[in-house]
């Protein structure tokens, strides 16, 4: 299996557990900015800002929101995840788990604003609890997607 089908699948897969974990509501982690993390960290060049913009996109019909909201954000963190990522490399899981969750409240927080400013009423301040659940989560991704990334010879 060649290197961006790996991604791809992971990409879909995330965007399948993020539909498939609504029962959760805010307890449900935010699983496809956790594999653009993942993949921009560990392969920093695969992942340009058109592919997380419309990435982003399908975030936002799939979620019903506002459409270009998250993409926004996702393309905003992505863009500080790409600054950093030869830092965090070196960092170990449970400090790449902080970051995650920093890097979640900012999107939170600006989706909440933004929120605010459409008047759209879509979000809710419950939903730092997904900023928690990303933040315990973020081990799991990534020792998952680590073992596929060197059985796959991912570089």
Known sequence: MNSPLVIILSTFLSVILTISTFPLG??????????????????????NFFVIWLIGIITDVALGSTLGMNALMYVFLSFIVKRLYKSLRYFTVIQQS????????????FLLWIDAMLSS?????????????????????FYSLRYFRRRYNIA
């Open 98 to 109: 902080i970051i995650v969750l920093i890097l979640m409240i900012l999107k939170i927080t």
């Open 121 to 141: 009423d879509i979000y809710s301040a419950y939903m730092y609890w997904t900023t928690l659940t990303s933040a315990f989560i973020w081990p799991v991704i």
């Open 26 to 47: 805010y307890f449900s982690p935010d699983w496809i900015f956790l594999v653009i993390v993942y993949w921009i960290i560990a392969v920093p060049n695969m992942y």
